[in-house]
T-cell receptor, first 113, second 115 residues
Framework: DSGVTQTPKHLITATGQRVTLRCSPRSGDLSVYWYQQSLDQGLQFLIQYYNGEERAKGNILERFSAQQFPDLHSELNLSSLELGDSALYFC????????????FGPGTRLTVL | AQKVTQAQTEISVVEKEDVTLDCVYETRDTTYYLFWYKQPPSGELVFLIRRNSFDEQNEISGRYSWNFQKSTSSFNFTITASQVVDSAVYFCALRIDTGFQKLVFGTGTRLLVSP
């Protein structure tokens, strides 16, 4: 158990809908990262937050957004969902040190029908 | 740009065989970090090891060992006396030493260990 929690574990929804994925980092970790794992794109970095502020952006679609709250949990919002958004979404967290390792949560499997 | 190549898509071995998973990376940065993660059938990503670019010492942890060679830009992972529980997808990843802390992952190697 990495100490990173993600809810829900599974999510099934329809095209055009909006969903919210939630992540709680390990105790004491200030950085949260979101990654998407799909069959065609592999594991790709989406976005990073550090202590409530956006730190870095990767290949995140405009239909996707994220935020990190004062209690350090993070939410990834996916809207106008398309079939191609079906994937495993991971959250990871790391400590305050720049070289800290990222520890991953169990993931949320999103299926868009 | 950074890139990680795991040329072996899938490897099948019989229990107790030794197996090596290859990882080749590309970066122009002199300071970087390399990682291995394991993704068992249950789906989570489990951290195995981290190496920084200034430490080329090989590492052994139980049945696992890692060989880091900057001269060939490789960070290979060997499992000795494989077990069925080692069956998983293994990812090699790279992170450069800047404010941008994203991990760049390889495509993964699926290891199947049969009894």
């Amino acid at each position: 158990d990495s100490g990173v929690t993600q809810t829900p574990k599974h999510l099934i929804t329809a095209t055009g809908q909006r969903v919210t994925l939630r992540c709680s980092p390990r105790s004491g970790d200030l950085s949260v990262y979101w990654y998407q794992q799909s069959l065609d794109q592999g594991l790709q970095f989406l976005i990073q937050y550090y202590n409530g502020e956006e730190r870095a952006k990767g290949n995140i679609l405009e239909r996707f957004s994220a935020q990190q709250f004062p209690d350090l949990h993070s939410e990834l919002n996916l809207s106008s969902l398309e079939l191609g958004d079906s994937a495993l979404y991971f959250c990871a967290s790391s400590g305050t040190g720049f070289t800290d390792t990222q520890y991953f949560g169990p993931g949320t499997r999103l299926t868009v029908l | 740009a950074q890139k990680v190549t795991q040329a072996q898509t899938e490897i099948s071995v019989v229990e107790k065989e030794d197996v090596t998973l290859d990882c080749v990376y590309e970066t122009r940065d002199t300071t970087y970090y390399l990682f291995w993660y394991k993704q068992p059938p249950s789906g989570e990503l489990v951290f195995l090891i981290r190496r920084n670019s200034f430490d080329e010492q090989n590492e052994i942890s139980g049945r696992y060992s890692w060989n880091f060679q900057k001269s060939t830009s490789s960070f290979n992972f060997t499992i000795t006396a494989s077990q069925v529980v080692d069956s998983a997808v293994y990812f090699c990843a790279l992170r450069i030493d800047t404010g941008f802390q994203k991990l760049v992952f390889g495509t993964g190697t699926r290891l199947l260990v049969s009894p």
